[in-house]
């Protein structure tokens, strides 16, 4: 081979060397801009993530607030209504009683009543016995 034909086979190379060199170049460009890119994702991932940070912390406060709240009501009903409660259901027990006593005086009354009636006609048939002559 001569030293032209190896001269034209360097320059081939160098030209081939220098076209992978300017696509080596353009991969680079494109990579930035791909880093670039993922570093602007990463930024808007750590935004996204600080927002659920406060959001699970706002979540935490409501869910301890809830928890306060149920304690609270449970307490309410442990020592208010329980014994409000209790206290309307013995005057319903007093109430039932007042109802029986009443029940039976009434009973008592009418028994009287029907005491009365018959002692009134008893007076009635003693009265008109009096009325009649014993001798006629």
Known sequence: ???????????????????????????IVELKED????KTDV???????????????????NVHDLQTDTRL?????????RH????????HMDLSCK?????ASFARLEEMGVRINWFE???RMIKERMAKPIFA
């Open 43 to 61: 930024s808007v991932l750590k935004a996204d993530m600080l927002e659920v940070k406060v959001d699970i912390t706002e979540l935490k406060e």
């Open 99 to 103: 109802v029986g006593e009443a029940l």
């Open 35 to 38: 880093v670039a890119e993922l």
């Open 73 to 81: 009501i449970k307490l309410q009903i442990e020592n208010e209504l």
């Open 84 to 91: 409000n409660i209790s206290i309307v259901a013995e005057g």
């Open 121 to 123: 006609s008893e007076i």
């Open 1 to 27: 081979m001569t030293d032209s034909k190896k001269l034209d086979l360097i320059l081939e190379g160098m030209s081939e060397l220098k076209t992978d060199m300017v696509q080596v170049k353009a991969d």
